[in-house]
């Protein structure tokens, strides 16, 4: 009798997730959008249930914002020649995002000051609500925006670091 011969159903299922798991790229742009996206995604929607129109605003402008200029910042200093430290790479991955963060909330924190500061002296009747939030929004835009971005960026050089030391070999 003839037999059919049936392919085996795992083959090539090993191949296409070997390809996608070999490295994981760090691009900025991405980074920045998403570090837009995310909380002025989940403050609107914080906005939307308690009804706080004033939230609403702030997840578009100062929160979404401060975040998206937080990534873009720590992710062009991470790409510099900050990034190529040895302390940066060889640290332990809780360190480096830890240091990151508390730098991101620190600037935020300027940020709101200089922010406050500038306004105050243009508009001397300081009736602005936002200006009110900066003090809230900025450090803490800061601190998660560089904390996700310090997190996928140590990600992405710690496996592409691996790869090359297993290719070398």
Known sequence: ?????????TDGVY???????KKKTFVLWREVV??????????GIGGLVTADRGL???ALTTIGG?????????????????GH???VIGAPHLVVVGVFAMAGSSFGLYAAWVTSVSVESMI???????????WIDFPLSGFIASTIVTWRWRLAV????SSKRRSEK
Do not use: C, E
């Not at 401060?66 to 900050?82: F, H, K, N, T």
């Not at 001397?124 to 900066?134: F, K, L, Q, Y």
């Not at 710690?158 to 670091?161: G, Q």
């Open 158 to 161: 710690t496996t592409n670091f």
């Open 34 to 43: 998403m570090a837009y996206m995310a909380p002025a995604i989940m403050a």
């Open 85 to 87: 430290l040895k302390w």
């Open 1 to 9: 009798m003839n037999q059919m011969k049936y392919p085996k159903r």
């Open 66 to 82: 401060a975040s998206a200029l937080m990534a873009l910042m720590i992710g062009l200093l991470l790409r510099s020649r900050v």
């Open 15 to 21: 191949d296409i997730k070997a390809v996608g798991s």
């Open 56 to 58: 609403q605003i702030a």
């Open 124 to 134: 001397p009747s300081n009736h602005m609500a936002w200006v009110n939030r900066v």
